[in-house]
């Protein structure tokens, strides 16, 4: 992204830092250095993640046979990836500064596709597992900003959708002048996370604008656009069609060298993890 444009993104929409325990947190876990006493430190110092944490490792998903009540007993039954992705969960929810029926869907939508971009990765082999979830959870964060900028704003965007067959690119730009991708890439630039995510929330509404990119960040934006498409299948958070920006379905299948039954099988691992993960990172 050009730098006048992201300085026009700054200028017109309120986008927050990254709360500086989440960076924290997310630094440490990526460290192989690092401890689950070094993570469960850091989490300490935010009280409401101190309770989403404990709450989950002691939930019916980890099945643990006795109570969990220090930090470092639930960090280690949680794992590094998972704490990780709870604070960067954490960190994209304080953008939803207009709760409401809205964003709870583009909340579901965004742990769908995190969880089927993971799974396209496993059955691709050539991008992290890991990397693809976070993508997939951060794919749609432009779509918080434009809904509290302009609530009512938004809403014609979504009708627009629905009456017109408009992609979400298209019927952004229409209505606001800029559309949900290059406002995500602008968060996470000013978030300081790395720039191969960024490339992936730009362009995964696009990749065919990315042919000449490193393979790291092609294969991350296709496992994005792939786990995006099978959640608007599923309908996961989502109530209209995918609209295409261009033939990237089967540019993405063809970057990460998947056949047809691969697919579908994706599609059938995502609908069996869906509904646990979304407990997690509601």
Not at 104 to 124: F, I, M, N, P
Not at 239 to 255: C, E, F, L, N, R
Request: hydrophobic share 45%; aromatic share 6%.
């Amino acid at each position: 992204m050009g730098e006048e444009l992201e300085a026009v993104i700054f200028r017109v929409f309120d986008i927050p830092p990254m709360p500086a325990v989440a960076l924290r947190i997310i630094d440490t876990a990526d460290n192989k250095e690092a401890s689950a006493a070094d993570l469960a430190e850091l989490i300490n110092a935010d009280p409401g993640l101190v309770t989403k944490t404990l709450r989950i490792a002691n939930s019916s998903l980890f099945s643990t046979a006795n109570e969990i009540e220090s930090l470092h007993q639930a960090v280690v039954t949680l794992g590094f990836k998972t704490v990780k992705n709870l604070a960067i969960a954490a960190s994209t929810r304080i953008l939803s500064r207009t709760p409401g029926k809205v964003e709870e869907d583009l909340w579901r939508h965004c742990v769908g596709t995190a969880v089927a971009a993971s799974c396209v990765a496993l059955k691709s082999r050539r991008i992290s597992a890991d990397e693809a979830f976070t993508a997939g959870l951060l794919h749609d964060v432009g779509k918080f900003i434009l809904h509290t900028h302009d609530p009512e704003r938004y809403e014609q965007v979504l009708q627009l959708r629905r009456e017109s067959g408009m992609s979400s690119v298209a019927a952004e730009f229409e209505m606001f002048g800029f559309d949900h991708t290059a406002i995500g890439a602008a968060v996470l630039r000013r978030w300081s996370l790395p720039e191969d995510l960024a490339g992936a929330v730009r362009f995964h509404e696009n990749i065919s604008i990315l042919r000449a990119a490193k393979p790291q960040v092609l294969n991350l934006t296709a496992a994005t656009n792939l786990g995006n498409r099978i959640a608007y299948t599923l309908k996961l958070g989502v109530d209209v069609p995918y609209a295409d920006t261009g033939d990237t379905q089967q540019a993405a299948v063809s970057i990460l060298a998947l056949q047809p039954e691969d697919v579908l099988d994706v599609i059938d691992d995502t609908k069996s993890m869906y509904e646990e993960e979304i407990k997690i990172f509601s």
